[in-house]
C-alpha cells in the first residue's frame, strides 16, 4: 500500500520542549510539505522540500525546523521558540519537484502544548 | 484583499439538491487549482483537479473563470456522505495557497 504515514498521531508537549514529528512517504515522490491547520482555518505552508538535502521556508517558518536527508522522509521539529504550537500538523507530498503539482496528504497529527 | 476567498458557510442544504461553491483569487499569473475535501478531524483528500475547459467527475463538475478569477465547484444530487468542509487550492506557480475551506452539511 503506497501513502504517507505521520507519527505520532496525537502528541502532548509541555512548554519549553522540543518535539519532532514524523512524516515518511513510500509514493515515491520528490516534493514534501509541511502544513499547519488552526481550528476552523486553512492550511498555512511551514516548510516544503522539492529534493533531497534542499528545502525552502514557508508562510510561518519561524519555529519549526526540518531536515530532508532521504527521499522518504521529511521530519519537522517544533521548537520552543514557536509561540503557539497546538494545532493540527499535516505532512503532504507532490509528484515532480514543481510545488504546484496536487499534494496527497497524511493523517495528521494533532500537537498539544500543556 | 486575502489571496484566495471562500465563503465559510455553512451550506445547509437538504439531500438531492444542488449546491455550487465559489473561489476568488487574487493573482492572476496562478497556475493551477485544485478543489480538496476535508472530514471533521481528518486530511485533506483531493477531490478534482480544475482544469481551463472546465472538468466533471459524476456529480461534480468543476470550472475555471480566468477573467474573473475564481473556481467553482457544483455538486449535484448531494449525498449524506457530502457532509464536509471543501477547500480550494490555487497555485501561482510559487506558491500553494489554501482556502480557508466552506462547511457543507446535507440534511436528510
Known amino acids: 500500500d503506497g501513502g504517507i504515514t505521520q507519527s505520532p498521531k496525537y502528541l502532548f508537549r509541555k512548554e519549553g520542549q522540543n518535539v519532532t514529528l514524523s512524516c515518511e512517504q513510500n509514493?515515491?515522490?520528490?516534493?514534501m510539505y509541511w502544513y499547519r491547520q488552526d481550528p476552523g482555518q486553512g492550511l498555512r505552508l511551514i516548510y516544503y522540500s522539492q529534493i533531497v538535502n534542499d528545502f525552502q521556508k514557508g508562510d510561518i517558518a519561524e519555529g519549526y525546523s526540518v531536515s530532508r536527508e532521504k527521499k522518504e522522509s521529511f521530519p519537522l521539529t517544533v521548537t520552543s521558540a514557536q509561540k503557539n504550537p497546538t494545532a493540527f500538523y499535516l505532512c503532504?507530498?507532490?509528484?515532480?519537484?514543481?510545488?504546484?503539482?496536487?499534494?496527497?496528504f497524511g493523517p495528521g497529527t494533532r500537537l498539544t502544548v500543556l | 484583499r486575502k489571496e484566495v476567498e471562500q465563503d465559510p458557510g455553512p451550506f445547509n442544504v437538504p439531500e438531492g439538491a444542488t449546491v455550487a461553491f465559489n473561489c476568488t483569487y487574487s493573482?492572476?499569473?496562478?497556475?493551477?487549482f485544485f478543489w480538496y475535501r476535508q472530514d471533521c478531524r481528518k486530511e485533506p483528500k483531493l477531490l478534482m483537479s480544475?482544469?481551463?475547459s472546465g472538468n466533471e467527475d459524476g456529480r461534480f463538475t468543476a470550472q475555471l473563470n480566468r477573467a474573473s478569477q475564481y473556481i467553482s465547484l457544483l455538486i449535484r444530487d448531494s449525498k449524506l456522505s457530502d457532509s464536509a468542509t471543501y477547500l480550494c487550492v490555487v497555485n501561482p506557480r510559487t506558491k500553494i495557497i489554501f482556502g480557508s475551506g466552506t462547511r457543507l452539511s446535507i440534511r436528510p
Open positions: 493573482n492572476s499569473a496562478s497556475q493551477s
Open positions: 503532504a507530498s507532490s509528484i515532480g519537484r514543481v510545488i504546484y503539482n496536487e499534494q496527497f
Open positions: 480544475v482544469y481551463s
Open positions: 509514493l515515491n515522490h520528490d516534493a
